[in-house]
């Protein structure tokens, strides 16, 4: 459930947030609690039948929509994309990171290829993000939020690739936080937990290992997408405005007792 009765519900009237990847999951949750919020929203993805859909769902909650098709390793569709929300929104105040791939694999089964295509997607579609995004964070001095994840803080099994990528995020964040901290420009990362509802979730979490992984969780409960649109809204709003360089973990305390259960339980479940 979107909790839109703690800041008032025109704090992002007039401002434009975009999402990278923000057709689905995690990302559309943060685009939701935004919307709902009075932000004007931009979404890219690869598929635009779901940055449609995400779109309407956005539209219901007040929001102008801006849903343009664009991968984030491709530059010029990802300039395109920005360009055509600037002309339709105005400037982007908040840039969220948040497209992703992932699956797991072993790194001794993993092709060079699929290794760089989770480092591709995250990594280097967040420095395109954050570069195309630069003129526009510039006019509004604005913020990005990267979302990041637990394989950036503690070894995963078979999460060599996504371990790269986000541990590459949090260090791109801090050296942009550190480069465009004159400009006004805040940069933190979200690390979310298990989120339920989410392909993250399906694809790492198979149904034989959760009520397991649930036991180590000390809040004992899955995140939501609301958890993480909350703090993504906590982050760009005027509470936070001498945060930056931060790497903020929502996860339940999922990521405190270590990542041998989960090793454990996948492998397991893998077969
Ligand atoms: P998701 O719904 O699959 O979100 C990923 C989004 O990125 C999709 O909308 C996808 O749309 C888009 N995308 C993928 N490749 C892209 C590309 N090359 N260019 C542009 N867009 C692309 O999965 P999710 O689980 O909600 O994950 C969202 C974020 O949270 C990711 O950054 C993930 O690493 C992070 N995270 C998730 C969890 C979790 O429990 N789910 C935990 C920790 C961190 P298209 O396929 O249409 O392009
Ligand atoms: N196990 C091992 N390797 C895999 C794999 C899996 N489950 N899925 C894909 N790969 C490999 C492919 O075999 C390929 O390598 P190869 O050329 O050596 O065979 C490489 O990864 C790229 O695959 P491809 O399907 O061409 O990439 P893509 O760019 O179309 O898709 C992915 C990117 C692979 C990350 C895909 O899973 C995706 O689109 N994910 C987005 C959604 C998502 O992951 N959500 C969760 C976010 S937490």
Redesign the pocket.
């Known amino acids: 459930m979107i909790v839109n009765d703690v800041f008032a519900k025109d704090l992002f009237a007039n401002k434009t947030v975009f999402v990278?990847?923000?057709?689905?999951?995690?990302?559309?949750g943060i685009a939701r609690n935004f919307a709902a919020l009075g932000a004007n929203i931009g979404i890219?993805?690869?598929?635009q039948a779901?940055?449609d859909a995400a779109a309407e769902e956005l539209r219901a909650l007040g929001a102008r929509v801006c849903a343009a098709a664009?991968?984030?390793?491709k530059p010029d569709a990802l300039q395109a994309a920005f360009a055509r929300s600037e002309a339709e929104l105005g400037p982007m105040h908040v840039l969220v990171c948040?497209?992703?791939?992932?699956f797991p694999c072993p790194a001794e089964a993993m092709s060079p290829n699929g290794f760089k295509a989770v480092v591709d997607?995250?990594l280097l579609?967040g420095f395109h993000s954050c570069r195309f995004a630069l003129d526009q964070l510039k006019k509004t001095r604005g913020s990005v939020i990267f979302?990041?994840?637990?394989q950036a803080l503690l070894p995963y099994q078979a999460q060599c690739h996504?371990g790269a990528a986000?541990a590459g995020i949090d260090n791109l964040m801090r050296n942009l936080a550190l480069e465009w901290g004159p400009y006004g420009i805040r940069c933190n990362s979200i690390?979310?937990?298990?989120?339920e509802g989410?392909?993250?979730?399906e694809r790492?979490l198979p149904e034989a290992m959760r009520d397991t992984f649930l036991e180590i969780i000390p809040l004992r409960r899955f995140?939501s997408?609301d958890d993480i649109g909350q703090l993504a809204v906590f982050l760009a709003s005027p509470l936070a405005t001498y945060i930056t360089g931060a790497v903020i973990v929502a996860d339940g305390g999922q990521n405190l007792p270590g990542s041998g259960i989960f090793a454990h339980l996948l492998m397991q479940a893998m077969g």
């Open positions: 990278t990847g923000g057709g689905s999951g995690i990302n559309l890219c993805g690869r598929t779901r940055l664009a991968d984030v390793r948040g497209a992703a791939g992932n997607i995250d579609g979302i990041s994840a637990g996504v986000k690390v979310p937990g298990p989120i989410t392909e993250g979730f790492l995140g997408v």
